[in-house]
C-alpha cells in the first residue's frame, strides 16, 4: 500500500506504519491543492493534519485511495460526500492529542497563575523583581471551563489535582 502524508506528523507515529512490510510511506508536507491533484492518483491511502485540504477534486483525481486518515479531531477538511460516494474510507484519530492538549493548557494556566511570562522577561533584562512577580497559588481557588469535551475533561481531572474547585459549562453534556 503506497501512503501519501501530506502534513507534518510525529515522527514515532510515521515509525510504526513504516514497520509494515506492506506499506511504503511517503512524506510530502506543503503541497499545493494543484500539486495533490497531480500526484493523487499514484496513492492508496491518504494521511492528513488540518493543513491540507481533501477536496472533492482531488478525491475525484485520486484513481487508488482507498482511506483518507486524518490525524486529529475533526474532518472538516476532508470532503466527506465525495470520498462516500466513491468508496473511500475516512477515519479520524480524536484523542490523538487530549493529554497533550490538556497539559499544555495546565502548563498555560500555571505559567498564567504564577506570572512566568512576565518573570522571565524581566530576567532577561537582567532584573530581579521577584516581590513584583509573585503570583498567586491555583489551591482553593475555583476555575471555569466552557467546553467539558475530551480536553475539558482532561484539563478538569488535572486542576482538582491541585485543589481547585472546578465549574463547567457544555451545552451538549448534563451532568
Known amino acids: 500500500m503506497k501512503v501519501l502524508v501530506c502534513d507534518n506528523l510525529s515522527s514515532h507515529g510515521l515509525e510504526i506504519l513504516r514497520q ?25 491511502a491518504l494521511i492528513v493534519r488540518s493543513s491540507t485540504k481533501v477536496t472533492a477534486e ?8 482507498k482511506v483518507v486518515g486524518r490525524a486529529g479531531v475533526g474532518l472538516d477538511n476532508v470532503d466527506i460526500p465525495a470520498a462516500t460516494k466513491r468508496g473511500i474510507v ?9 493529554i497533550t492538549t490538556a497539559e499544555h493548557a495546565v502548563a498555560m ?11 522571565t522577561n524581566s ?3 537582567l532584573k530581579w ?6 503570583g498567586v497559588e491555583v489551591f482553593n481557588k475555583t ?9 475539558g475533561f482532561e484539563v478538569s481531572r488535572r486542576m482538582k489535582e491541585f485543589g481547585m474547585r472546578v465549574i463547567a ?3 451538549f453534556i448534563s451532568l
Not at 58 to 65: D, P
Open 169 to 171: 459549562f457544555d451545552p
Open 143 to 151: 476555575l471555569g471551563i466552557i467546553g467539558l469535551g475530551r480536553i
Open 109 to 119: 494556566i500555571m505559567a498564567v497563575s504564577r506570572k512566568i511570562p512576565q518573570a
Open 123 to 125: 530576567m532577561k533584562d
Open 20 to 44: 509494515e512490510k506492506d506499506i511504503y510511506i511517503e512524506q510530502k508536507p506543503g503541497l499545493t491543492p494543484q500539486e495533490l491533484i497531480s500526484i493523487i492518483p499514484d496513492y492508496d
Open 129 to 134: 523583581e521577584k516581590k513584583k512577580f509573585m
Open 90 to 98: 475516512v477515519m479520524n484519530a480524536p484523542g490523538g492529542n487530549t
Open 58 to 65: 482531488a478525491i475525484a483525481a485520486a484513481k487508488n485511495l
